[in-house]
T-cell receptor, first 115, second 116 residues
Framework: ETGVTQSPTHLIKTRGQQVTLRCSSQSGHNTVSWYQQALGQGPQFIFQYYREEENGRGNFPPRFSGLQFPNYSSELNVNALELDDSALYLCASSLDNSAGFTEAFFGQGTRLTVV | EDKVVQSPLSLVVHEGDTVTLNCSYE??????LLWYKQEKKAPTFLFML????IEKKSGRLSSILDKKELSSILNITATQTGDSAIYLCAVEAGLWSSGSARQLTFGSGTQLTVLP
């Protein structure tokens, strides 16, 4: 069991609404990444935060945004929800130790359903 | 564009069998390859392979990285019903410097079913 926790575990939203998902990183980790996993697919990289700044983004529109806090916890915000946003959202934490990255540990995910 | 392909897509075996899962990749500036087991939600970390660590083993599971063939295999010996899961392969690529983003590119996974 990893030290990465996510909340909530399940969520149902209506198209057009906004949602905030939360992640608490493993102790000692300074990097958090968010991934979207559609049914039957591998996770897709959304973005990464390091030292409270976004330092990398995948092929996702600006309505996907995030924050990282001084305690390395993180939020993923999605505005103007679309039906295709229905997926499992995973956060992963790892350590940038100046020599490379350590293993990436995932939280249990938030299952978002947009109706 | 970085690409990771896993095969087979699904596999059904009986307890006690040995299985080999495959992962091939096409990326620029390879850094590491990671294997995960996903049963319900959270992908559980199995192995991380790099140029300095191309072979890993833990109990009945082992993995080898072939940088020449741009591929990796995950072996599971004496399979058990508890091994039933989706196995994901992910590759980290790109020039690295402290503070740079770590983007993992995942394959679609191999669905392993172990029958009693």
């Amino acid at each position: 069991e990893t030290g990465v926790t996510q909340s909530p575990t399940h969520l149902i939203k209506t198209r057009g609404q906004q949602v905030t998902l939360r992640c608490s990183s493993q102790s000692g980790h300074n990097t958090v990444s968010w991934y979207q996993q559609a049914l039957g697919q591998g996770p897709q990289f959304i973005f990464q935060y390091y030292r409270e700044e976004e330092n990398g983004r995948g092929n996702f529109p600006p309505r996907f945004s995030g924050l990282q806090f001084p305690n390395y916890s993180s939020e993923l915000n999605v505005n103007a929800l679309e039906l295709d946003d229905s997926a499992l959202y995973l956060c992963a934490s790892s350590l940038d130790n100046s020599a490379g990255f350590t293993e990436a540990f995932f939280g249990q995910g938030t299952r978002l359903t947009v109706v | 564009e970085d690409k990771v392909v896993q095969s087979p897509l699904s596999l059904v075996v009986h307890e006690g069998d040995t299985v080999t899962l495959n992962c091939s990749y096409e990326v620029t500036n390879f850094r590491s390859l990671l294997w995960y087991k996903q049963e319900k939600k959270a992908p559980t970390f199995l192995f991380m392979l790099t140029s300095s660590g191309i072979e890993k083993k833990s109990g009945r599971l082992s993995s080898i990285l072939d940088k020449k063939e741009l591929s990796s295999i995950l072996n599971i010996t004496a399979t058990q019903t508890g091994d039933s899961a989706i196995y994901l392969c992910a590759v980290e690529a790109g020039l690295w410097s402290s503070g740079s983003a770590r983007q993992l590119t995942f394959g679609s996974g191999t669905q392993l079913t172990v029958l009693p």
